[in-house]
């Protein structure tokens, strides 16, 4: 739509005066060039306005019985749905102060009676076609509006299907099923919120960053890609070798994921916590930990959270190879670990959510048919077992 002439004669202007002759001389003026609708009280003006084929313009009376101009234009401006609609008031009172009340009651314009139909012509033409043009031009905003928001939306939910697929590529290489990627998500998720008026953590827990958390949380273990089968499969305890070899996958995760924001060639906020998350989440609070054996709050705010996720995960979840430990023994085991392997305030949110982390556990439960496929794909990995 373009505001341009032929638009602009297209347009509706509402007449509002009680004198018969006033309305009559109006519409005479105007039938030639624009469709003319009457009202010949306020309260009509405003179910006009209020109808399904508003006015594009309205010139109004200001002294009418009833409802004066200036109460039909406090209401006008009032209400969403017409406040949008310029209002010229056309009047006989012609003193300073009656003008200046029209104009701060939202009137484009003010004219005096007796009217000069050339100016009042001319005014309804210009505020018309300024109108068109301020239609057009808020039309064009309110659909780039909508773009941008759709745009954003495609672009979050790349980001959401990528983090996915690449951690699901990694779950493919371990015992783990995905269903450990969602629950992960919730308990840190579940912890962050807990925590967010904590003291220690008020100054970098909020929405925003509880929401890059929960998604960078499914990327924490994808540097297991990286480990041979032969040791990331093994069911029973790894050699100090096989160990070493374990641990790397941290760092691995880490290196992959700043791979991948190098050649996007620019720094994303949830890659970065992503980063921090694969790359210390196996780090414990007494320095005993790994890649870096970092003590208390030197490791990442991050990683603290997962750690306690990913190892109350661990514990309670079947496996191929066995079967999961009960909740309550699970939680004695943490305990134990408070301290040492977890910071405290986190594991102490850890035990006032138990119930909800036992609630998720239960929503996200593995399944026997997702415990037989993970099976057989590991097979299929590892040859049937040879």
């Given at each position: 739509?373009?505001?341009?002439?032929?638009?602009?004669?297209?347009?509706?202007?509402l007449?509002v005066?009680?004198?018969p002759?006033?309305?009559?001389?109006?519409?005479?003026?105007?039938?030639?060039?624009?469709?003319?609708?009457?009202?010949?009280?306020g309260?009509?003006a405003?179910?006009?306005?209020?109808?399904?084929?508003p006015?594009?313009?309205?010139?109004?009376?200001?002294?009418?019985?009833?409802?004066?101009?200036?109460?039909?234009?406090?209401r006008?401006?009032?209400?969403?749905?017409?406040?949008?609609?310029?209002?010229?008031?056309?009047?006989?009172?012609?003193?300073?102060?009656?003008?200046?009340?029209?104009?701060e009651?939202?009137?484009?314009?003010?004219l005096?009676?007796?009217?000069?139909?050339p100016?009042?012509?001319v005014?309804?033409?210009?505020?018309?076609?300024?109108?068109?043009?301020?239609?057009?031009?808020?039309d064009?905003?309110?659909?780039?509006?909508?773009?941008?928001?759709?745009?954003?939306?495609?672009v979050?939910?790349?980001?959401?299907?990528?983090?996915?697929?690449?951690?699901s590529l990694?779950?493919?290489?371990?015992?783990d099923t995905?269903?450990?990627?969602?629950?992960t998500?919730?308990?840190?998720?579940?912890?962050?919120?807990?925590?967010?008026?904590?003291?220690?953590?008020?100054s970098v827990l909020?929405?925003?960053?509880?929401?890059?958390?929960?998604?960078?949380?499914?990327?924490?273990d994808?540097?297991?890609v990286?480990?041979p089968?032969?040791?990331?499969?093994?069911?029973g305890?790894?050699?100090?070798?096989?160990?070493e070899?374990?641990?790397?996958?941290?760092?691995?995760?880490r290196?992959?994921?700043?791979?991948a924001?190098?050649q996007?060639?620019?720094?994303?906020?949830?890659?970065?916590?992503?980063?921090?998350?694969?790359?210390?989440?196996?780090e414990?609070?007494?320095?005993s930990?790994y890649?870096?054996?970092l003590?208390?709050?030197?490791?990442?705010?991050?990683?603290?959270l997962?750690?306690?996720?990913?190892?109350?995960?661990?514990?309670?979840?079947?496996?191929v190879?066995?079967?999961?430990?009960?909740?309550e023994?699970?939680?004695?085991?943490?305990?134990?670990?408070?301290?040492?392997?977890?910071?405290?305030?986190?594991l102490?949110?850890?035990?006032?959510?138990?119930?909800?982390?036992?609630?998720?556990?239960?929503?996200?439960?593995?399944?026997?048919?997702?415990?037989?496929?993970k099976?057989?794909?590991?097979?299929?990995?590892?040859?049937?077992?040879?």
């Amino acid at each position: 739509m373009n505001p341009d002439s032929e638009l602009v004669t297209r347009a509706t202007v509402l007449v509002v005066d009680d004198t018969p002759d006033n309305l009559s001389l109006m519409s005479g003026l105007l039938k030639e060039l624009y469709k003319v609708k009457v009202a010949n009280s306020g309260e009509r003006a405003l179910k006009i306005a209020l109808s399904d084929t508003p006015p594009d313009l309205i010139l109004l009376d200001i002294m009418m019985p009833g409802m004066d101009g200036y109460e039909v234009c406090r209401r006008l401006k009032g209400n969403v749905a017409t406040r949008d609609i310029p209002v010229i008031f056309l009047t006989a009172k012609a003193e300073v102060e009656d003008e200046r009340r029209g104009l701060e009651l939202g009137a484009v314009d003010y004219l005096t009676k007796p009217v000069s139909p050339p100016i009042v012509m001319v005014r309804v033409k210009n505020h018309l076609a300024l109108k068109a043009s301020t239609d057009y031009l808020r039309d064009k905003n309110d659909f780039l509006e909508q773009e941008v928001s759709k745009r954003t939306r495609e672009v979050m939910a790349i980001q959401d299907v990528t983090i996915l697929a690449m951690a699901s590529l990694a779950e493919t290489r371990d015992s783990d099923t995905g269903n450990h990627i969602r629950r992960t998500q919730y308990y840190v998720k579940s912890l962050a919120e807990r925590l967010r008026d904590h003291p220690r953590f008020v100054s970098v827990l909020n929405d925003a960053s509880i929401h890059m958390l929960f998604k960078s949380a499914p990327l924490h273990d994808i540097g297991k890609v990286g480990i041979p089968d032969r040791i990331l499969l093994k069911p029973g305890r790894f050699t100090p070798d096989e160990f070493e070899v374990m641990k790397t996958h941290t760092t691995l995760g880490r290196d992959a994921i700043d791979h991948a924001e190098r050649q996007l060639g620019m720094s994303v906020e949830f890659l970065a916590m992503a980063k921090e998350i694969a790359y210390s989440h196996q780090e414990k609070w007494d320095g005993s930990g790994y890649p870096l054996a970092l003590v208390g709050d030197a490791i990442p705010w991050t990683a603290r959270l997962m750690a306690v996720a990913d190892v109350y995960d661990a514990l309670i979840s079947r496996r191929v190879y066995k079967e999961g430990m009960p909740h309550e023994k699970a939680v004695s085991i943490m305990l134990e670990g408070r301290g040492t392997h977890f910071d405290p305030d986190v594991l102490d949110a850890f035990v006032a959510l138990q119930e909800e982390f036992r609630a998720i556990a239960r929503r996200f439960a593995d399944s026997d048919s997702d415990m037989a496929r993970k099976k057989e794909q590991l097979e299929r990995i590892t040859g049937g077992g040879e």
